[in-house]
């Protein structure tokens, strides 16, 4: 089964958005980052299989989660 992978990145000057990648559109968007990235989340544990990759204003990675979490 194939992995999807959102990304939390800018919006322009003063948002951010979560889209899917390889996609141009995006779902989801907002001017709190924290906002965009726990409905992005929430989509992603939608899926079978899915990461959502956060990022820092410059565009790198600032952290990553994976879904569904291994049971440890």
Do not use: L
Not at 13 to 36: A, C, F, I, L, Y
Not at 60 to 65: F, N, P, V
């Amino acid at each position: 089964m194939i992995q999807k992978i959102y990304h939390v990145k800018r919006n322009g000057r003063d948002g951010w958005k979560g889209v899917m990648e390889h996609s141009k559109h995006s779902p989801v968007t907002g001017d709190n980052k924290q906002d965009v990235i726990n409905k992005t989340i929430a989509m992603a544990k939608c899926h079978s299989r899915c990461s959502v990759v956060i990022h820092r204003i410059d565009g790198s990675i600032q952290e990553e989660y994976s879904f569904p979490r291994s049971a440890s």
